[in-house]
């Protein structure tokens, strides 16, 4: 074989897009093309290595007929990659030789279409593979040599055509400059065309066209392997929505989860704390009639019964929270205010062994929310960075203003706007990503068993959703975590309210009005009615909202006050309030609820249209609200 012919095998196979590996039977490489160094990261040359080096899992049983099997190659720097092979053998004079071609399919699934092209390209590689082999053997003769030539430039040519086809296809359908891949692989294809047309009638100029097809196809490649990249980049966009979509979903169903277990534990809780309540004043009365310390004993045992049901009641609320179902009165206030007003409490909580340190930027825009929630958002994040701090460390509170912009907005999945923004950082223990993706669930916590509740983190994410903002935890194990929270700007000047000290009272408000209660359940129905009573009420009850609506028709005397259940069977209590204002225009309105947010206005935020009472209640909240309610004027929303 001539130098020329050398050089114009080598330019072949330096000039392939895929790598190239001749191996002899001893499992050595025989010949490597420019490809297969770049992609297994070789600067020197691949002869002489052995492949099982390249390929530690090896590549299966060879053939004599072209295959494609997969295998994990093994990169000089130690990093592994999934390739597709196309495998084949040749017989020489001294011995059988593999060729493979090789391709990195790494991060998508190889194709029944991308296979064909393989193999067929594979058969092309093999004739070049072949006649580089040859030159070990010997000078072949010339006229052996044109044959084998026109033969190649023909099945090139024909190969050519068919990889243009391809490539106009594939652009069609790309997601990246459609119309202009459509165009250039036409172009691709009629210059192709006329190349091959040229080959075979002037044999001068068939080197220089196969050589001007040969990179047009690099650049269709490129193009490809470009609209390849936006694809990917947009089925990992494409999955990070959708996990979010799916935690979404399963914290919405948590939330509805807990929601409902709260309100059929408050309407119980309300049954103990005033039954026990009811025990305990007696056991007071008889302990002070009676010498010796016989009711010692039982009413210590009933402020047991009241403590743990107390505690219970906390629980509720923070299950409530969290389930977004809490029935909130927010207004316009300052997060730095807010910081400011608990700052003692979070020194007593934190400790002396945790530095607590602020950074409150000047002249904070407002947000809108509960006061008390503010306030619960704060503690419970310093107190979850306390218990990561249990040798000492430092709790840092920022607040600042911030613009989320269009380009942010899908990172912190909150809309672009402006928003106040706190950030609570700890230098303590940290979180794996997978205690990161479980932090805001109700119940979970890696604290031992009955150290926590595994509501904290739960509660601030109820109350930071309900008050239309926006939490990211970011966190690294023996480095800190940091819990950033956005709460929209507010829209609304605060609220001046004047402190109303006829409300300070020395014992429960008492009256002699008539009560119409309403409730479904029969227990919390008898212990209101109860208090109302012991109160000097005259109460009236009624278990639905029809025995209500036929109370008020039928009723001889005033009803002064509706105590009506919020969530009730068949009609709910915003409906029967309305029906009976339609009877008693005169009549005051009071809810009871501790899971009203599917009824009372969206997302439970409690306005001033109606009162509410929130289960569970004590004697002296329910006797506030009742005399609250009944000394303000009707202001119920028809």
């Known amino acids: 074989m001539s130098r020329a012919s050398e050089i114009v095998y080598a330019t072949l196979l330096d000039g392939a897009p895929d790598a190239i590996l001749a191996v002899d039977k001893r499992g050595l490489i025989l010949m490597a093309n420019a490809q297969a160094q770049v992609l297994f990261g070789y600067d020197d040359q691949l002869v002489g290595v052995p492949i099982a080096q390249l390929m530690p899992k090896g590549l299966g049983k060879r053939s004599s007929r072209p295959v494609v099997v997969q295998i994990e190659g ?5 990093t592994s990659f999934l390739g597709e092979v196309s495998l ?112 075979e009638v002037e044999k001068a100029t068939a080197e220089h066209v196969r050589l001007e097809a040969e990179m047009q196809l690099v650049r269709a490649e490129a193009e490809k392997a470009e609209a390849e990249r936006v694809r990917l980049e947009a089925e990992i966009e494409l999955e990070r929505l959708e996990g979010q979509l799916h935690q979404s979903q399963r914290m919405e169903s948590l939330g509805q989860l807990a929601g409902g277990v709260a309100h059929d534990f408050n309407n119980l809780l309300s049954v103990i704390l005033n039954y026990t309540s009811f025990v305990t004043e007696e ?37 409530l929270a969290f389930a977004r179902r809490e029935v909130i009165q927010p207004r316009a206030l300052s997060f730095n205010d807010a910081i400011t007003n608990i700052e003692e409490i979070l020194h007593r909580t934190i400790g002396e062994q945790i530095e607590l340190t602020f950074d409150l930027e000047p002249n904070l825009s407002l947000v809108v929310a509960d006061p008390g929630h503010i306030e619960q958002i704060i503690l419970n994040l310093a107190i979850n960075a306390r218990d990561a701090m249990p040798q000492g460390g430092t709790l840092a509170i920022e607040t600042s203003a911030r613009d989320i912009t269009e380009l942010e907005w899908q990172f912190f999945g909150a809309p672009a706007g402006s928003y106040v923004c706190v950030r609570i950082s700890d230098n303590g223990a940290g979180m794996s990503p997978e205690v990161v993706n479980r932090a805001f669930e109700p119940f979970f916590t890696t604290k031992p068993r009955g150290e926590g509740s595994g509501l904290g983190l739960a509660t601030v994410y109820g109350i930071i959703l309900q008050s239309g903002g926006f939490t990211k935890i970011y966190s690294d194990e023996g480095v800190g975590t940091t819990i950033t929270v956005l709460l929209p700007v507010a829209k609304i000047q605060p609220e001046k309210k004047d402190r109303d000290e006829s409300s300070i009272r020395n014992g429960p408000p008492s009256g002699t009005e008539t009560v119409l209660v309403v409730d479904d359940e029969e227990g919390l129905r008898e212990v209101t009615k109860r208090i109302l009573t012991r109160s000097g009420y005259t109460v009236l009850t009624a278990s639905s909202g029809t025995e209500a609506i036929n109370t008020a028709r039928s009723y001889k005397g005033a009803i002064d006050l509706l105590l009506t259940d919020v969530i009730m069977p068949k009609m709910q209590g915003p409906a029967v309030a309305r029906l009976i204002l339609a009877i008693r225009p005169d009549v005051r309105v009071l809810f009871m609820s501790g899971h009203a947010q599917p009824v009372l206005e969206a997302e439970a935020v409690l306005g001033t249209s109606f009162q509410l009472v929130e289960k569970p209640f004590d004697q002296r909240m329910l006797l506030d609200q009742v005399r609250k309610s009944l000394d303000a004027a009707v202001t119920l929303e028809t």
């Open 283 to 319: 056991l007071t009365v008889a302990a002070a009639e009676t010498s010796g310390s016989r009711w010692e004993g039982p009413l210590k045992d009933v402020t047991q019964i009241q403590i743990a049901a107390e505690r219970a009641s906390v629980l509720t609320h923070q299950l």
């Open 88 to 199: 084949s053998t040749t017989s020489a004079d001294d011995g059988q030789y593999t060729t493979l071609i090789i391709r990195d399919v790494s991060g998508r699934e190889a194709i029944e279409t991308e296979r064909v092209r393989l193999e067929s390209q594979a058969d092309r590689v093999r004739v070049l593979a072949e006649a580089a082999l040859v030159k070990a053997e010997g000078e072949k003769t010339e006229a052996e040599r044109v044959r084998l030539e026109v033969e190649d430039q023909r099945r090139k040519a024909e190969e050519e055509k068919a990889t243009a086809e391809r490539v106009r296809i594939d652009a069609e359908v790309a997601l990246i400059q459609a119309e202009r891949e459509k165009s250039e692989a036409e172009r691709v294809r009629l210059e192709v065309e006329d190349q091959r047309l040229k080959a």
């Open 74 to 78: 093994l990169r000089r720097s130690g």
